[in-house]
């Protein structure tokens, strides 16, 4: 699809807009945080006070990611394991029922737009930006939200991948026929949305999401492009130009 | 990347064949058979004698299927589910345990190619086609056994999609700039694999597995394009021309 020609200003710099998608267009990591919470002081009624559920849960998580990768159904398989593993097998049935409940709760929750999202979308298509969604995580999950998410038509492809790192986004960016320069990533995570797509030479900018901001704020060293908020992308891009 | 001109005969019919991967390249139906029947041994020693155990999984798995979608991820979190729901909870969180552990040694089973694979896939790149797989289920576990199964540098592409439609299969071939004429799928599943590909006007033939032939056998009249073995593959589609 070609871009539309630029309205009277000259050649735009940015042609194909890649947005990532859970914590940059919807809410993702909060359901995580707050199933986990609810697993912690579920399981903690069966151990020690002295037990640290959340770092037994993240050593399983750890040591399983290999075979699972991302997204929820690992995370509740991962939830079970830990759990009888925590307790020594004195957790019930019953509770562990409610953990795999707790992990269905998390994909049948529909799709929560963070604020300016629906208007950015809107606004970027309008003016004529190629957009592409590119996210990683479970296949099937990522392509109900993205159905759910009401914004599927405005983006010319959406590309589900198992890793975000400079050999994905070269095979991306060289799938859209456009340059690197003329390619920009957005999204939540420097160190997967950022860093490998400026080291293939592209263009990247972070919106940070409040619950994982500390987390990837010690991926780099403060001088990446970052926005405030989604919604001042517009503004940005065409500032590149 | 365009194909290497035919060897004196005139120009060939196929330029792109695609393959499916689970039970076409390597076996993968036995090992969820076997799982399952472990399963099915282990619960019924929590059940009445009349219990149907398989009857209660399947239902357990036609239910979720709309959430998990296709893999082990999703099995072994149905197996947990139908093995707590049959056994009224009877059965204890070290059975739990092992059921965890037989959908991970399902993750972690090494590729097994079926045979003739190998050599064919050889063959079909050394004529010239452009290979594709396109395969449905688990993103991450997909991108494990395509690294795993030796043959990942044959392929232009891996496309793991969430459903095999007429509209996946019109985007799959519309990706690769030929027409549907010049297109080939090939799979074990007549379903899957060979009518929505007939649909769209490309070619696709079936190429039964063992396990799997009693069931997608119903879905047809008979008349599909069927090879014994994928050894025959590279025949066929010569003969195509």
């Known amino acids: 699809m070609p871009v539309s020609p630029g309205r009277g200003a000259g050649r735009r710099a940015i042609e194909v807009v890649a ?9 993702s990591e909060v359901y995580f ?11 903690s009624r069966y151990t020690a006070p002295e037990v640290d559920v959340d770092a037994a849960l993240a050593a399983v998580e750890h040591r399983n990611l290999h075979r699972y990768g991302y997204g929820i159904k690992g995370f509740t398989l991962s939830m079970v394991e830990a759990a009888i593993e925590v307790t020594d097998g004195a957790i ?9 409940a707790s992990g269905q709760a998390m994909l ?5 737009l963070i604020d300016g999202v629906d208007e950015t979308v809107a606004a970027l298509a309008d003016a004529g930006y190629r957009l592409l969604l590119v996210t990683k995580g479970d296949l099937h999950h990522q392509e109900l939200k993205i159905a759910a998410s009401g914004l599927a038509e405005r983006f010319e492809r959406l590309e589900i991948v198992a890793e975000k790192d400079a050999v994905t986004y070269r095979k991306v960016v060289a799938s859209t026929g456009v340059a690197p320069q003329a390619f920009c990533m957005v999204g939540n995570s420097v160190r997967s949305d950022v860093l490998p797509v400026l080291e293939i030479g592209g263009h990247a900018v972070h919106v940070p999401y409040h619950v994982t901001w500390a987390h990837e704020h010690a991926d780099h060293d403060g001088t990446v492009p970052t926005l405030e908020s989604i919604a001042e992308l ?3 891009l065409a500032e590149l130009a």
Chains 1, 2 share one sequence.
Do not use: M
């Open 19 to 27: 947005l990532d998608a859970d914590d940059t267009l919807w809410h």
């Open 33 to 43: 945080e707050r199933t986990q919470r609810r697993f912690t002081e579920l399981v």
């Open 92 to 100: 019930g049935t019953e509770e562990v029922a409610q953990i795999l």
């Open 108 to 112: 049948d929750h529909p799709v929560d």
């Open 234 to 236: 517009p503004a940005w």
